[in-house]
């Protein structure tokens, strides 16, 4: 089941021409000529369609949060500041298929009544933002943006807005402080930026995918999307694969499938490399907590593990992770997770934008220590430290960034415990070039 | 609005914050504030010094706030219960940002013009561990040169922003920033432009920590070795009303006039801070009453010793360990607090 990537390999699909030929744009028809705003936001909420971005809140809900006072314009931003390591698949999608997003921006916008809406790309993506540059001009000139648009009366204008090169900026209040020519730091919240977002006006920021998807929920109605997948994690999600696998690349899935499928199944990974074994697996971008072989594929209650927001969290933190951004990082026996640990950590470290204590500090400190240990000077009571350290940026920050920093290395601690005391106690063979810790009796372990 | 802090109800104005409200009461309940001024808009939420537990979030909704919030900016809610000094988690997290906040800081007290008047001292005396935890090399940054009145020790600052809103709301024209990010990020001017303003001086007064210093006053003393009078003078461009510090006879300083809270209501300008150092330039009011715990008031206007606070009674129950009854009883201090709430 294809939503997003439907078409996404036919040539020239990045032509409006050839988009509409295969029934691109027909949402825009539908939704401008034929329902009102109130009647798309039902039927996004019906289809039970969850933030694609990370943190998985329903899309219809938070667009029902939107103040709507009188004479004050509204919002609709386009999250597509994709920073996060192993994430890739919104960069894909507006490469491949620049309309796809693009209408569903304006489906979307319509919905929330914004008549300017910006899409935030992450500026290390310059050749994407030229070819939506390319692409908006198109639609403007089939009249499917700007003034009065198919002759509805509705008006919409569609800014691409480069971001100057932070991961924090894909943090939405940070993000919105940078659309506004600032320095990106988070904002406190409340105010929320439903009510008080870009200029201090109501406004709504989603991810690309979750965007993307509305044009087809309008077009087949919100329980055809709800039809898909199991439970409260409907439709379909793109999973940015990557790692030991035969097949890396970006995958939609419909959301339930096995996790032992998206793996071992052809149509999507492949399989480990041959001649090596699954030893780990980050399911949901770097920021989510590591999971071990043995508790990616079954939970701690023996179930099957699907590829849903609830199986992936179930058992919480202890035995769980979360599906996050569907960044799939898959790891065999051969790489070592203090190295991927304090790789993470760097980058967090690199990325914290210095606002509050306990992130500004608490990064470095965890690199800083990561490196001592990956290097051969790690003593015993680090270990304890970083569980320490990781706890006291968790929760205690303005944004997310503190917890998205102190999960990873709280996570490899848990469960690959005894590969950092390796290190530390055997200096001499873990710094040993391509060394790497073997479990004894492990499922991994050569 | 009825808000409950430590156990201690009052009734407030809907829009106070809780650390409003915990003034209110006083300052054995008044959370820490590194970066808070409320006199500055938009000043807070930063430092994380403040960290609250509300274990109700209102009358109408009595479920517990998930995190803990920071209550320089958190609103309080009719019928809301804050716990800040008698909730142990409260108390571990301030541990832990006291200890970020050292983790760079290069702890040159004895060398720095702002030891004795320093929150960063406070804090890390109230609320922090007496050892330390880490053993990496402090990050350092190159001197920037501000110009002829304003001394910028970057090493020092918390980044707390205080100085920036300062510029920003009391000054005509902002020339400094915060450049770069994460824990390289430092306060700057754009390419070592000099701050030059007629209000630029009070930054100096906002900084919490001896990373703003005043160049007239560099080195001339310490802090606790001078006497702070109150004072005032006709000035057509400020308030005039400051507070100016004798060492001997001799003034070798002018700041701000600060509240209870370490805070400047009245900002004074730079002709003010740096041109009058004469008795003659000033009228003046009397002795400046000088805030709790501070060494400054020690030896100078008698026995007005204070009574110890709360975390001063939490350090002496933690010295207990050790079992020196001499210093206890020397305190006047109970053997056994009450024991805090758990949760």
């Not at chain 1, 439709?235 to 939609?252: D, F, R």
């Not at chain 1, 005894?418 to 479990?439: C, N, Q, S, Y």
């Not at chain 2, 906002?206 to 210093?213: D, E, N």
Request: with cysteine; net charge negative.
């Amino acid at each position: 089941m294809k939503i997003l990537t439907e078409h996404i390999d036919v040539p020239n699909i990045d032509t409006i021409d050839v988009f509409m030929k295969h029934g691109g744009y027909s949402a825009v028809q539908k939704a401008i000529k034929k329902m009102t705003p109130d009647e798309v936001t039902e039927e996004v909420k019906k289809s039970g369609l969850r933030g694609r971005g990370g943190a998985g809140f329903p899309v219809g809900m938070k667009w029902s949060f939107l103040a709507k006072p009188e004479g004050v314009p509204r919002y609709l931003v386009c999250n597509a500041d994709e920073s996060e390591p192993g994430t890739f698949k919104d960069h894909y999608l507006m490469w491949k298929s620049p309309h796809t997003l693009i209408e569903g921006m304006i489906v979307s916008s319509f919905a929330l009544g914004a008549n300017t809406s910006y899409i935030y790309v992450r500026g290390e993506l310059m050749y994407v933002i030229n070819i939506l540059e390319k692409a908006i001009q198109e639609a403007y000139d089939k009249g499917l943006l700007g003034k009065n648009i198919l002759g509805s009366g509705y008006d919409l204008d569609l800014f691409v807005q480069p971001g100057g090169g932070a991961y924090i900026c894909g943090e939405e209040t940070a993000l919105l402080e940078s659309l506004e020519g600032k320095r990106g730091n988070p904002r406190n919240k409340p105010p929320f930026p439903a009510v008080k977002g870009l200029w201090q006006c109501p406004t709504v920021v989603n991810n690309v995918e979750s965007i993307a998807a509305t044009s087809w929920i309008v077009n087949n109605g919100g329980d055809a999307y709800a039809a898909i997948g199991v439970g409260r994690s409907t439709g379909t999600k793109l999973i940015s694969a990557s790692g030991h696998i035969k097949k890396p690349g970006v995958y939609e899935i419909p959301l339930g499938i096995t996790v032992e499928d998206f793996i071992y199944s052809d149509e999507w990974c492949g399989g480990i490399r041959d001649g090596h074994k699954l030893k780990a697996v980050v399911a949901g971008g770097s920021s989510v907590p590591i999971l071990p072989a043995e508790l990616i594929l079954t939970t701690a209650a023996g179930e099957k593990r699907l590829m849903t927001y609830e199986s992936l969290s179930d058992g919480g933190f202890a035995t769980g992770t979360m599906l996050g951004s569907g960044g799939f990082v898959v790891m065999d026996e051969t790489a070592c997770i203090v190295h991927n640990t304090l790789t993470f950590a760097k980058f967090y470290h690199h990325e914290s934008c210095g606002q509050c204590s306990p992130c500004r500090e608490g990064t470095g400190w965890m690199d800083k220590v990561l490196h001592r240990i990956e290097h051969g000077q790690g003593r015993k009571e680090d270990i304890d430290l970083l569980v320490d350290v990781a706890k006291k940026i968790e929760g205690n920050t303005i944004c997310p960034l503190g917890d998205a920093a102190s999960w990873p290395v709280a996570a490899a601690i848990r469960h690959f415990r005894d590969e950092f005391e390796w290190h530390i106690e055997h200096p001499e063979l873990a710094t040993k070039p391509g060394a790497v810790f073997m479990r004894k009796g492990a499922s991994w372990t050569k | 609005m009825k808000v409950t802090i430590d156990n201690i109800t009052l009734e407030v104005d809907p829009g106070t914050t809780i650390m409003q409200a915990a003034r209110m009461i006083g300052p054995e309940v008044a959370p820490p504030a590194m970066c808070y001024y409320e006199p500055l808009k938009g000043s807070g939420g930063k430092c994380r010094a403040c960290l609250v537990k509300v274990t109700a979030g209102s009358e109408k909704d009595p479920r517990p706030m998930p995190k803990l919030v920071p209550a320089c900016i958190t609103a309080v809610q009719d019928g809301m219960i804050v716990e800040n000094t008698v909730n142990e988690d409260v108390l571990e997290t301030r541990k832990g940002i006291v200890e970020f906040l050292l983790l760079n800081h290069p702890l040159d007290c004895p060398v720095c013009d702002q030891a004795g008047e320093c929150h960063l001292q406070d804090f890390s005396f109230e609320h922090g561990v007496s050892s330390t935890r880490t053993v990496e090399e402090r990050n350092t940054f190159e001197p920037t040169d501000l110009g002829p009145n304003i001394q910028l020790n970057m090493n020092r600052c918390i980044l707390c922003y205080r100085c920036v809103y300062t510029a920003d709301q009391i000054t005509d024209g902002r020339v400094h920033g915060v450049m770069h990010r994460g824990d390289h990020a430092e306060i700057s001017t754009y390419i070592e432009k000099a701050i030059d303003n007629d209000f630029s001086g009070n930054v100096i007064d906002v900084c919490p920590v001896g990373a703003l210093t005043d160049k007239t006053y560099r080195f001339k003393s310490r802090v606790w070795f001078s006497k702070p009078v109150d004072a005032h003078c006709e000035c057509e461009k400020c308030s005039g009303k400051a507070t100016i510090w004798y060492k001997g006879e001799e003034v070798i300083r002018v700041t701000g006039r600060k509240n209870m809270w370490g805070e400047v209501t009245d900002f004074i300008c730079n002709g003010c801070r740096f041109d009058k150092k004469k008795t003659a330039d000033w009228v003046i009011e009397g002795p400046t009453n000088v805030s709790r715990h501070s060494v400054i008031s020690a030896n100078k206007y008698g026995a007005n010793l204070i009574k110890p606070a709360f975390p001063v009674l939490q350090a002496a129950r933690d010295y207990k360990q050790i079992n020196d009854d001499r210093d206890r009883s020397f305190l006047g201090i109970q053997p056994a607090l009450p024991k805090s709430k758990k949760k």
